[in-house]
């Protein structure tokens, strides 16, 4: 199927951006990576993975994922930059 890579140095980072535990974010960023390998796609599903990654964060107990982030401005200042040149091009 795949692999799933997790930098801890930027699972600690983000967790701390944001809020939460760095164990809490690993858990996140594995089930999203899980559901990339079980070959969802938020880039282009309609928002199937993210409805999917949702109820599944609610079962277990977990914050805002990646796809939430990603829509409420949970980005750092050089993401936000990043999608800002690309809006641009």
């Known amino acids: 199927m795949g692999d799933i890579a997790i930098s801890a140095d930027m699972a600690v980072s983000n967790a701390s951006r944001i809020g939460h535990s760095a164990a809490e974010e690993v858990k996140i960023l594995t ?3 899980i559901l990339h ?3 969802f796609d938020h880039e ?3 928002g199937k993975m993210a409805r999917k990654e ?3 964060r609610r079962r277990l107990g977990l914050p805002d994922g990646l796809i939430e982030r990603a829509h409420s ?3 750092s200042p050089a993401k936000k ?3 800002a040149t690309r809006s641009m091009a």
């Open 37 to 39: 390998l079980a070959g």
């Open 81 to 83: 930059r990043a999608v």
């Open 54 to 56: 949702a109820a599944l």
């Open 44 to 46: 282009d599903d309609d």
């Open 31 to 33: 089930l999203h990576g």
């Open 73 to 75: 401005g949970h980005r």
